[in-house]
């Protein structure tokens, strides 16, 4: 069989039997396992049409009115992504993964920040380089803070 290749130049496909799983055969009592070829082939049309791109375009829009990319939704997001199919979707489902872990980072952080102005507020106030809240908190973590 014969297909068109690069540059015009014609390529030829083995025979079926070559295709299939070949023995890796077995050294020091150890099976190898097998090989079998992986092909990365990917099809598509030479040039996509308005209406595709009209079309992708759409989707596009639709997904951010409707939140997909709100922090927040990150898992309503992803869930309504594995029931679709359009080009692209991949690097959408990055950026939706990105974009909720960023939130929960963020909120993570945000709750910390708070727990440590609160420990501030309970202590009495100091004067100097230790007023920086960052100084307190690295002195407190390491131990090196004033015992109360």
Known sequence: MALQGCFGLGAVLPPGGDLRPQ??????????GSRE?????VVSAEKKSTFSRLSQN??????YQL???????????LA????????GIEKVRQRVRLNGT?????TALQTQLIRMQQMQTRRAPLTGPADNLTTKA?????GLGKEQ
């Open 80 to 87: 309504a992504l594995d029931m679709m199919d359009f080009e």
């Open 67 to 77: 939140g997909f990319f709100a922090p927040a939704n990150a898992d309503a997001a």
């Open 58 to 63: 759409e989707t596009a829009k639709e997904c």
């Open 102 to 106: 960023l939130a929960q980072q963020l």
């Open 138 to 142: 690295v002195a407190h973590a390491m």
């Open 37 to 41: 070829p992986i092909f990365d082939i």
């Open 23 to 32: 023995p890796g055969g077995v050294v020091g009592g150890v099976e190898l």
